[in-house]
T-cell receptor
Framework: LAKTTQPISMDSYEGQEVNITCSHN???????ITWYQQFPSQGPRFIIQ???TKVTNEVASLFIPADRKSSTLSLPRVSLSDTAVYYC?????????????FGKGTMLLVSP | DAGVIQSPRHEVTEMGQEVTLRCKPISGHDYLFWYRQTMMRGLELLIY????????DSGMPEDRFSAKMPNASFSTLKIQPSEPRDSAVYFC?????????????FGEGSRLTVL
């Protein structure tokens, strides 16, 4: 299973862009990169997924370099409500992503 | 859609007692997952089912833990006997077979405290 490494915590201020980088050096050819967000007392919530290059949706952007050994989740103009734990995961689409491993994630604290 | 429903939301019990956590997945979802979350270990996969059949239970801590899925709309996670180190938030998640993304749909969790 591909292991991911991401910072334990990050701090930011309202209105700033936040970039959270995750490394996954032994990612497999069939693995996709998935990011989740978790608020206190709630279950994790899917944010975005990608395989290579760049993916953008209404919530975030995901940048994946050509070697796919890392990825960066970009949150534009964060607000206080973006304070949460963010998880980077890799998983094989062919297995239904059944091997997703969450770990401890990155605790993002957004201040006024 | 009601989402994944878990019960109870909170449970406080004494060491040695049996604990049963329940999960109702989203209708039509083929996969069901049980996760445990603690400060020390983060979010860990305990077991997952595909079409009611347990596929991988390698994350189940020990024989005190057992999980069943008697039908497509119901699953239980049982701890017998419970111990203080089992205190955690237990999440259930489900997903449909044909979904192209790695999206799991999580319930709100069951917070277990074993005294």
């Amino acid at each position: 299973l591909a292991k991911t490494t991401q910072p334990i915590s990050m701090d930011s201020y309202e209105g700033q862009e936040v970039n959270i980088t995750c490394s996954h050096n032994n990612i497999a050819t069939n693995d996709y990169i998935t990011w989740y967000q978790q608020f206190p007392s709630q279950g994790p919530r899917f944010i975005i997924q990608g395989y290579k290059t760049k993916v953008t949706n209404e919530v975030a952007s995901l940048f994946i370099p050509a070697d796919r050994k890392s990825s960066t989740l970009s949150l534009p103009r964060v607000s206080l409500s973006d304070t949460a734990v963010y998880y980077c995961l890799v998983g094989d689409k062919a297995t239904g992503y059944s091997t997703l491993t969450f770990g401890k994630g990155t605790m993002l604290l957004v201040s006024p | 859609d009601a989402g994944v429903i878990q019960s109870p939301r909170h449970e406080v019990t004494e060491m040695g007692q049996e604990v049963t956590l329940r999960c109702k997945p989203i209708s039509g979802h083929d996969y069901l997952f049980w996760y445990r979350q603690t400060m020390m270990r983060g979010l860990e996969l305990l077991i997952y089912f595909n079409n009611n059949v347990p596929i991988d239970d390698s994350g189940m801590p020990e024989d005190r833990f057992s999980a069943k899925m008697p039908n497509a709309s119901f699953s239980t996670l049982k701890i017998q006997p419970s111990e203080p180190r089992d205190s955690a938030v237990y999440f259930c998640a489900s997903r449909p077979l044909g979904l192209l993304t790695g999206e799991l749909f999580f319930g709100e969790g069951s917070r277990l405290t074993v005294l």
